[in-house]
């Protein structure tokens, strides 16, 4: 009889999660094993998520860390679950812990004591050493961390657990995060965090299933301490649904079957409530106003009862399982929709006071609560009890404190709050201290901290519209340069208009140091519209700089001049500036103008060549973009400056690891493209199995209304070598194209010249001269795809990577002087610029977009075949263009069609006469396409000769595999020469370029290679036709075109072609044939 059994409202069983657990222990393995494996474990409210991970955490051996998302309004808590488990972990072990990092867990912590001055670190320092803290912890024994209702997390939180799973990859850390699925409405901002982090390797959704009706059953039978009978089981499966929490509700119940037991959450769990006693009753009625978790005190000082009846209370509410006790003393409802249920069901005036009464009482005595939690609880009461005056000031200051512990997405939202009850608070603008414009300016500029620079860019529209320019010159200017940088940095549009009328505003303002300081900014972004214009401005900067006699101020001018003159002088003539403003910053201890300065300087050093000495600029400018806390611009600019120069000197491992550094900051909008292109290019050259989905990603910025000329140009010349290695030169070819047409093609021989060596590499054989021994056809063919990835090509089908040798990587790299140091295969300037901290200059627009776009520059064609997205990465053998992706116009083939490739030799001739070879990289680029179009022992007896002389060794490397194709009938030399470039690729760590040195070597029948003895009858008829197409530079799909195949018998064909002529890869396949008359007839 169910009146006989006696109901646990909690089970200690689990039931019908088997499959489940398995998955967590699978993870944990491999968390075990060194990995850092996260798993993301969704279901909906009640299902168990909390008692699922209770039940693995179990026994574990590991040490386990747990701590649980808030919910407290739109705002949050920041960082609340790290809060609470780093917490927990220092009761346990002592400050110890923190191994001396006190002063900056008190960010975390404040029981810790006072953190430093906000200026004195970074908010990405601070994830860096939580990142560290798992690390240690994660060599005595695995980690687990569970971050619990991860539905209400803050954007801090989640940022932080973005780092944890996007970029620290902490060994031996398994992260376990629950989230409520049936909370995740169409807005929810956990929605896209889930997908971004669910494309990270290593990263898990796991969604909880409800019951079925046998474990239903089972579940009651152990809750109930008996086996229910099947209308009790019946009853309860219609009811409960399968929830765990709704049937252990219905089994604590009297009967489980009775009962006009509501059909809705919120009126089952009421009715648990309505059985307390009524004095129970009303302490979870103001308890659950203070959130899922509270302490004992606070509730008494809101409750205003004496304690006796407050402990009697409770301990009724305890008993019934609605509440349970917390890690911190403290209490928390045993399931937050019962604070929900309980909550809602106030009556209005109820609960604003007994909100009022909670913001009160913290306001009295912050002690109340952890001191992180003070300032936005109190924000957040205010709020509900509707008092708009008290919510605005708390906001406010809630705010302020955000900033301070870098949570600068809460401080945004926090201060759009503050907007939102503006209108409602006749006094708002004394209350706050600040006018309406100002609160605006701020929001912006928090969420620009933020990374929200869509938000940022609509406050600041906002502050605009509000603002009489005529009136205010100086702060509409101040917001005109604002947007203007936002709109360039998001990809938007070059901001001259905006630039323009800042200019003109500022004629009409009285001249001081904030006018002094914008005027600097037009500078900047005149530079990229009319450099005349733009350094008559810097000029005037630096004139006035010295009348203010401030000398912050003249450093500033003195960056702001020798950036602007940078893009328009030899760099010998812009780097004295530069030098002199460095100096003063250093000596008189001005922080982020030393930082903006050693942007700069690196950037002009790499261009000269002084690779060594621009690595030394922009290593010691990173730690004082992390002090000012500028790490996600200024800071990252210069991580990719300093990995640009590292990649030129050879020092692939360390550059590597910066750019690693730079992903982590995540930087906003464009700001990504220089780190993001040249660690692209580094995995090109190394072969990486990740390449083509950096590619892919960075190549996705060309479809950008608006990029820098100059991330523009290195994007295209990416885009050629993945095309290449992807086996489409056709795409390669379109691409180069519409490089070559660019307005700001001439100008900016920094990146034209990698892009012409790249361009030439994209040539079909019938483009140039025949070389003795049919070594040019080999090198002039275009690179297609291997077998199964990214090709290992041979040294004569890469293009003249950095340095004229073919990179031999799957995507041939050339090292731009300035655009892609070089070392790596990809020469990729770190910043809009190379590495200048503030994009150089605006890009033409498509035909009619933009006022300054260049009318006819391009055909609209054309524009879509460089702007087109990549569809779906670089797949090996499918490029980005022709019948595989209907959106690609049918102008595309048009632009390419073989009978027209002498023309883009032509092109390419012309614009390698025009351009300047100011430095040594331009002119060992000129000597390498040289030798690409014309061929000849000579011509690469040069390249290697530049090659050698500017430094870089990958470069070198690849042109020395040339030359050893160009002389190999000197076996000695050829020799050599292999060596050599075998030498070097192994120091780099360049697979591809050290398997195409040995293929070629095994070609040329020297070191120990011999040719392969195929003949005639080595291929079927079919795979003939087949090679035949491989040997026009024909893509799988266009093969299977011609042929009437599908793509994979087509890809079937070229890999049995491969085996038979004993080659590694296409190239190397259509060369063999034709030197062995396999193609004849």
Same mark, same amino acid.
């Given at each position: ?786 077998? $199964? @990835?990214? !090709?290992? *090509? +041979?040294?004569?089908? #890469? &293009?003249?990577? =950095? %340095? ?5 990587? /799957? ?6 002087? $300035? @655009?892609? !140091?070089? *070392? +790596?295969?990809?020469? #990729? &300037?770190?910043? =809009? %610029? ?5 994009? /150089? ?6 035909? $009619? ?9 391009? &055909? ?222």
């Amino acid at each position: 009889m169910l009146d006989l059994m006696v109901a646990s409202a909690h089970s200690t069983v689990l039931v019908g999660r088997d499959a489940d657990l398995a998955t967590l222990h699978d993870a944990f393995r491999r968390a075990g094993g060194g990995e850092a494996p996260a798993l993301l474990i969704g279901g909906e409210a009640g299902v168990g998520k909390t008692r699922l991970v209770e039940e693995f955490v179990r026994g574990l051996d590991a040490r386990v860390l747990v701590g649980q998302c808030l919910e407290l309004g739109e705002e949050g808590l920041p960082f609340a679950p790290f809060a609470a488990a780093l917490r927990e972990l220092a009761r346990h072990e002592g400050g110890a812990v923190f191994a001396g990092r006190e002063a900056e867990f008190a960010r975390l912590l404040p029981e810790l004591g006072s953190p430093p001055e906000l200026g004195g670190s970074h908010r990405g320092h601070l994830f860096e050493l939580v990142g560290a803290l798992f690390a240690r912890l994660g060599e005595q024994r695995p980690v687990v961390l569970v971050v619990e209702d991860l539905h209400w997390a803050d954007r801090s939180t989640r940022d932080l657990i973005g780092f944890l799973v996007r970029s620290a990859r902490v060994p031996r850390l398994l992260l376990v995060a629950t989230y409520r699925t049936d909370e995740l409405h169409r807005g929810h901002p956990l929605r896209p965090f889930l997908g971004e982090l669910e494309r990270v390797r290593g990263v898990h959704r796991h969604d909880l299933d409800r019951l079925d009706r046998d474990g239903t059953a089972e579940l009651l039978g152990h809750l109930l301490g008996a086996e229910p009978d099947r209308p009790t089981v019946d009853a309860v499966c219609e009811r409960a649904q399968g929830i765990p929490f709704f049937i252990e509700q219905f089994a604590a119940s009297a009967d489980p079957r009775c009962g006009d037991i509501p059909e809705t959450l919120r009126d089952l769990l009421l009715a648990r409530v309505d059985q307390l006693p009524e004095a129970a009753q009303r302490v979870l009625r103001v308890a659950a106003v203070g959130g899922t978790r509270f302490g004992h005190e606070l509730l008494a000082r809101v409750a205003d009862v004496d304690d006796a009846a407050l402990e009697s209370a409770l301990r009724s509410a305890v008993a019934a399982q609605m509440i349970v006790f917390d890690p911190d003393g403290g209490y928390e409802f045993r399931h937050a929709l019962v604070r929900e249920a309980v909550h809602d069901d106030l009556l209005p005036g109820e609960r604003a006071r007994l909100h009022a009464h909670y913001a009160q009482a913290i306001e009295a005595e912050p002690r109340l609560v952890a001191a992180d939690r003070a300032p936005a609880e109190i924000a957040h009461h205010w709020f509900c009890a509707r008092d708009h005056a008290r919510a605005l000031v708390a906001a406010g200051r809630a705010a302020d404190a955000a900033g301070r512990r870098y949570a600068f997405a809460e401080q945004a939202r926090l201060l759009e709050r503050a907007l939102e009850l503006w209108e409602q608070v006749p006094d708002a603008a004394e209350l706050l201290g600040k006018c309406h414009l100002d609160l605006l300016e701020e929001a912006a500029l928090a969420a620009i901290d933020a990374g929200d620079h869509g938000r940022a860019g609509r406050l600041t529209r906002a502050a605009l519209a509000d603002l009489d320019g005529e009136a205010e010159p100086t702060r509409a200017a101040r917001l005109l340069i604002r947007r203007a940088k936002l709109l360039r940095n998001a990809g938007k549009s070059d901001g001259a208009a905006e630039a323009r009328e800042a200019y003109r505003l500022l004629q009409l303002a009285p001249p001081d140091l904030p006018w002094l300081k914008l005027l600097g900014d037009v500078a900047y972004v005149f530079s990229g519209i009319d450099g005349d214009e733009a350094g008559r401005i810097a000029a005037q900067v630096m004139a006035c700089a010295g009348e203010f006699g401030d000398e912050a101020a003249r450093i500033a001018a003195e960056i702001t001049f020798g950036q602007v003159c940078s893009g328009h002088l030899p760099p010998e003539q812009s780097l004295p500036a530069v030098r002199r403003a460095i100096e003063r910053a250093r000596a008189s201890g001005d922080i982020p103008n030393l930082a903006h300065g050693l942007v700069n300087i690196s950037d002009t050093l790499y261009e000269v060549g002084a690779y060594a000495e621009s690595a030394a600029a922009a290593a010691e400018g990173v730690p004082h973009a992390d002090r000012v806390g500028v790490s996600r611009t200024t800071g990252v600019y210069l991580l990719a400056n300093h990995a640009e120069a590292l990649m030129a000197l050879g020092r692939w491992d360390e550059a590597d690891a910066r750019l690693a550094e730079a992903a982590r900051h995540d930087p906003p909008g464009t700001l990504v493209v220089p780190w993001l292109r040249l660690r692209a290019r580094l995995r090109l050259a190394r072969g990486h199995d990740g390449a083509e989905a950096l590619v892919a990603q960075a190549a996705a910025y060309l479809a950008k209304p608006f990029l820098n000329p100059d991330l523009r140009l290195g994007l295209l010349e990416l885009r050629i070598h993945a095309a290449l290695a992807a086996g489409d030169p056709a795409t390669a070819r379109a691409a180069a194209r519409v490089a070559l047409r660019d307005r700001y093609f001439h100008h900016l021989p920094r990146y034209s010249w990698p892009l012409l060596a790249a361009a030439a590499r994209a040539l079909p054989a019938s483009s140039f001269p025949a070389p003795p021994g049919g070594a040019r056809a080999l090198s002039a063919s275009p690179l297609l795809e291997p077998p $199964g @990835g990214v !090709r290992a *090509v +041979s040294a004569s089908s #890469l &293009s003249a990577s =950095p %340095g004229g040798a073919r990179a031999v990587s /799957a995507p041939p790299l050339s090292a731009s002087p $300035g @655009g892609a !140091r070089a *070392v +790596s295969a990809p020469p #990729l &300037s770190a910043s =809009p %610029g190379g590495a200048r901290a503030l994009p /150089a200059s605006p890009l033409s627009a498509p035909p $009619g977009s933009g006022s300054f776009a260049a009318p006819g520059v391009m &055909s609209t064609a054309s524009w879509v075949v460089v702007n087109q997205a990549v569809p779906d990465g670089l797949a090996p053998g499918r490029g980005w263009s022709g019948a595989e992706h209907d959106h690609v116009p049918t102008a595309t083939t048009q632009e390419t069609a073989p009978d027209e490739e002498p023309g883009l030799a032509d092109l390419i001739r012309a614009a390698a006469e025009r351009l300047p070879q100011r430095h040594p990289a331009e002119s060992a680029y000129a000597a390498q396409v040289s030798a690409l179009l014309d061929g000849g022992a000579n011509r690469w007896r040069a390249a290697v000769a530049a090659w050698r002389a500017d430094g870089q060794p990958f470069p070198l490397a690849t042109a020395l595999l040339d030359y050893a194709e160009a002389v190999a009938a000197d076996r000695a030399a050829a020799t050599e020469a292999i060596t050599e470039a075998g030498a070097i690729t192994t120091a780099l760590g360049a697979r591809s370029l050290a398997g195409a040195a040995e293929t070629l070597a095994r070609r040329l029948g020297v070191g120990g290679g011999s040719v392969p003895a195929a003949g005639t009858e080595v291929l079927t008829a079919r795979e003939r036709e087949v090679l035949r197409l491989v040997a026009e530079g024909q893509s799988n799909s266009r093969i299977a075109q011609r042929l009437f195949i599908s793509p994979k018998t087509a890809s079937v064909h070229v890999s049995r072609i491969i085996a038979k002529l004993e080659v590694t890869n296409r190239v190397e396949a259509a060369a063999v044939a034709h030197r062995l008359g396999l193609l004849d007839g």
